[in-house]
């Protein structure tokens, strides 16, 4: 871990606000986030493969782990899989009967995805699948493997209503399901945008802010991958029937 001598401090406030988001989750990240080879090796590896740079940063699956852990859960379901970094997270906060299955497209990231998660160690607690999620899901339902005590939606924006909707039919009351990029350097506010991924989570939030099965937040995030955020979300028991007279 770095010493806090080690970090540069914001103080100078000229400076570009993205260069003081960056330099205070370094500051955060040396303080709170402990070096780990398993994690730092997903992420080189993932990098040498030529994957996207857009997985969770190591506070925000911290975060994962975190949530995971404080729910109890023994099923998390992850849509949109890439390198494996949020799953090794993600399966690290299971109990020792506890499973994550997760969803990818992407052929060359799912084997990526694989071999991260061998490295970790955590092979017999990861069930990886191979396709468009919205063709997998269904089999996991007809499969019986849910309900799911956590979710984690990471995969294409302009699908993420059918992702949350799907995610609310393998849950049950006290899920925890948690949306990510909903921000999208805050263009989410303009109702003119042409960016199919910031309508697709505009198309979400519509959708949410109809949904009476969920409490729900969403929080604004900034560091080094920018101006972001995530939604939470938590399943609601089911309305009881009025009693009968």
Do not use: C
């Amino acid at each position: 871990m770095r010493r806090e001598k080690d970090v540069k401090y914001p103080g100078n406030t000229k400076r570009k606000p993205e260069q003081t988001w960056r330099d205070v989750e370094a500051y955060l990240d040396a303080l709170q986030i402990a070096p780990d080879r398993v994690l730092e090796g997903a992420r080189a590896a993932s990098a040498a493969a030529g994957l996207p740079d857009i997985a969770v940063t190591p506070s925000q699956g911290k975060l994962l782990y975190l949530l995971a852990k404080m729910r109890g859960a023994r099923k998390i379901l992850e849509i949109g899989t890439l390198g494996g970094y949020s799953t090794i997270w993600l399966a690290r906060a299971l109990p020792g009967d506890g499973v994550v299955v997760t969803l990818e497209a992407d052929r060359r990231h799912f084997e990526i995805a694989r071999k991260n998660i061998v490295r970790a160690g955590l092979a017999k607690v990861v069930q990886r699948r191979l396709g468009r999620a919205l063709d997998t899901l269904p089999k996991i339902a007809a499969e019986g493997i849910g309900p799911f005590d956590f979710f984690f939606i990471d995969a294409d924006k302009e699908s993420t209503t059918e992702y949350f909707d799907w995610a609310l039919r393998l849950s049950k009351a006290g899920s925890v399901i948690l949306v990510d990029n909903v921000i999208r350097d805050g263009e989410v506010a303009n109702a003119r945008t042409a960016d199919a991924r910031v309508q697709g989570i505009r198309r979400f939030n519509e959708a949410l802010a109809r949904e009476k099965r969920v409490s729900a937040t969403t929080l604004q995030t900034v560091g080094r991958k920018g101006y972001d955020g995530f939604t939470l979300a938590l399943v609601l028991p089911a309305a009881r029937s009025p009693r009968r007279r």
